[in-house]
């Protein structure tokens, strides 16, 4: 992804706010959708700018890797581009699909990395919520915890860390996890409430918590 490198004094704009919390999340307009079907310029730029940050929100909560993150943004609106005239499902739709693209994107990344002999994908993961690299899950749970929380995220499964991403840092609903991540609303629920139990067992049983 070194190509989408000479886009990020652009893209870096798109992150600007990354990291807050407690706002609504990203709403794409149908018209804009519908541009995006035709791939209308104008549409395409509306839907970056609506669709940018949370989508590499939720990508640096699961990869504590800014730069990782950022290119897998970049390359997920290439894709936009090639796919746009398939979409269907109006801007419910293309978030959906935004979503799916890059959480497989960022799969497909860290299986290169690992086979490159690179830090394991769990290590990756610590590495940058130890450096700083909250997301807003980590703040919503634990206020000014955010050290502890983010020792505690990483003894939680896969599964649970990819749906409290999903749901804190890029304000999914359970219905959007589930159609982005192929499970019943019902396990997508399950996960969450499983995940936020772990937390507050280990947040509990930790004496500097």
């Known amino acids: 992804m070194n190509a989408q490198r000479r886009n990020r004094a652009t893209s870096g704009r798109a992150f600007a706010g990354v990291g807050a919390c407690g706002h609504a999340g990203p709403v794409l307009p149908d018209d804009v959708a519908a541009g995006i079907s035709a791939r209308d310029p104008d549409a395409l730029a509306r839907c970056y700018e609506v669709m940018a940050t949370p989508l590499?929100?939720?990508?640096?909560?699961?990869s504590g890797n800014p730069t990782l993150a950022e290119d897998?943004?970049?390359?997920t609106f290439l894709e936009l581009v090639e796919y746009a005239p398939a979409l269907r499902g109006g801007a419910d739709g293309v978030r959906a699909?935004?979503?799916?693209?890059?959480?497989?994107?960022?799969?497909?990344e860290q299986r290169?990395?690992?086979?490159?002999?690179?830090?394991?994908?769990?290590e990756q993961r610590a590495a940058g919520r130890a450096a700083g690299e909250a997301g807003?899950?980590?703040?919503?749970?634990a206020g000014e915890?955010?050290?502890?929380?983010?020792?505690a995220l990483v003894q939680l499964s896969d599964d649970q860390q990819e749906v409290l991403a999903l749901r804190f840092a890029a304000e999914m609903t359970s219905?959007?996890?589930?159609?982005?991540t192929g499970r019943t609303v019902g396990a997508v629920k399950a996960?969450?409430?499983?995940?936020?139990?772990?937390?507050e067992r280990i947040l509990s049983a930790d004496p500097d918590g």
């Open 56 to 62: 590499y929100r939720f990508l640096l909560s699961r």
């Open 97 to 108: 699909w935004l979503f799916r693209a890059a959480r497989n994107n960022l799969i497909d």
């Open 191 to 199: 996960l969450q409430h499983r995940g936020l139990a772990s937390l």
């Open 136 to 141: 807003p899950e980590q703040r919503f749970l």
């Open 112 to 122: 290169k990395t690992s086979r490159r002999g690179d830090l394991p994908l769990d």
């Open 175 to 180: 219905r959007e996890i589930a159609d982005i």
């Open 72 to 75: 897998v943004v970049e390359a």
């Open 145 to 151: 915890r955010d050290a502890a929380v983010r020792v």
